[in-house]
């Protein structure tokens, strides 16, 4: 098991809480209140820091509005996308933008955005292009969200290059890539720790993380984790 005093929650569907060795409180993709695995105690989200966001679909935006409305977070998002949130209502001090291959630093922690193969929309607009995040935590460890995506080649280079040990991988198909191309991700990325996301939310997403866990074992080093909604991975 990983050594890290990073808290890692994984909410269904593609959203995280993590909660960094200093004590901020970090949101990705927030899809809570509409989300069907989303356990009650986690639908508010009012004591965040920051919110990242991969992309502009609903699914991944969620209740960010709301949830910086309450809680006077950052949110960080692309830069189409940022200005979308701004136009619905986001407040310019909250709002903060990047693009692929920027990186920011925040209190004990930075982020960079990298490539994903998908779309972007948000408000029936477009939202720039999807992409995945890149979550350095100073002198602990590096959580990569691939965000929705395809499989792409660039993976085994984003894994060289920020040697994530953990990676959160979409893998319920339909909207995503299946069990098989997100084990082959993990065999290009070779990270420590591999965490199935965006299956079983809905019907359509009939990715088996079962499935997935015994391909990327056959492929690869990475272990896969299969954790509840609401369960701390790490604790
Ligand atoms: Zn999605």
Redesign the pocket.
């Known amino acids: 098991m990983l050594d890290t005093d990073v808290k890692i929650f994984w909410l269904g569907h593609?959203a995280f809480k993590l909660v960094s060795p200093a004590g901020k409180t970090i949101y990705i993709d927030p899809f809570l209140q509409q989300n069907p695995k989303t356990p009650d105690s986690f639908k508010k989200a009012d004591d965040a820091d920051y919110i990242l966001l991969t992309h502009g679909?609903e699914?991944?935006v969620g209740d960010s509005l709301e949830i910086a409305e309450k809680s006077g977070c950052k949110v960080v998002s692309q830069v189409e996308l940022s200005h979308l949130l701004k136009k619905h209502g986001l407040d310019e001090d909250q709002r903060v933008e990047f693009n692929k291959g920027g990186t920011i630093s925040f209190d004990d922690f930075s982020v960079t955005l990298v490539s994903a193969n998908h779309s972007s929309s948000f408000g029936g607009e477009y939202a720039g292009e999807a992409g995945g995040l890149v979550v350095s935590f100073d002198d602990d460890i590096i959580f990569y969200h691939l965000g929705?995506t395809n499989i792409f080649a660039d993976l085994e280079f984003y894994g060289e290059l920020y040697e994530p040990d953990v990676i959160a991988v979409p893998m319920g198909d339909y909207?995503?890539m299946g069990p098989k191309e997100a084990a082959m991700c993990c065999e290009l990325i070779d990270a420590a720790v591999a965490l199935p996301v965006?299956y079983g939310t809905f019907p359509v997403l009939t990715g088996d993380p079962g499935e997935f866990k015994d391909l990327t074992e056959e492929y690869c080093e990475t272990e896969v984790l299969i954790p509840k909604p609401g369960e701390e991975i790490f604790g």
Do not use: E, I, N
Request: cysteine-free; charged content about 25%; hydrophobic content about 0%.
């Open positions: 593609s679909h699914d991944h929705d909207y995503t965006h």
